[in-house]
């Protein structure tokens, strides 16, 4: 009897496990987007992190880019007041997602630094030449192992600087189609 019941429950253990959806691979995942100059909007760039962190189940869902405070004719002579900013829904939808990537925790909470560095810089921190969106991203992109050159050519184009990146990186290149 006891061998009858003891099969029983592990065939109901087994019948269950099978029944149970595997919990989910945790991951956070980082996307780095770009939106050029057009109507009333800037060139930006900026990055989107969504996942779960392995290492504490925390759910990862923000995203985040540098900006000047406020923008006015002061930006194009030096300095002004600048600002870690999440990017709300209408300005993701009108910009590009260039690439996008699986982070480790390790790599997450190097990205995070960087972001925590932005934002707590000695104001007035942004600056057109030296320390813009695109100078942010970069910093994000180097902090997470990838290889990364930022010229002053490319400081204020955010799509070019990342397709540059792309270009240094082959691992983020979208593979090539079948038979091409």
Known sequence: MKAAARALRCALALLLAALLPEPASAAVE???????LGGSTFPHAFI????TLDGTGERIDTSLGFTAHSVTPALLFGSVRGEVAVEDEGRVRRSDRQFA????DEQYRAAMAVVERWRTRPQPSYNLNRANCVWFVSEIAAAIGLRVEISQRLSKRPRSFLQGLIRLNPQLAPPAPPGG
Request: proline share 0%; aromatic share 14%.
């Open 30 to 36: 980082i996307s780095f987007y770009s939106r050029e």
């Open 48 to 51: 989107i992190l969504r996942g």
């Open 101 to 104: 990537l699986i982070l480790t």
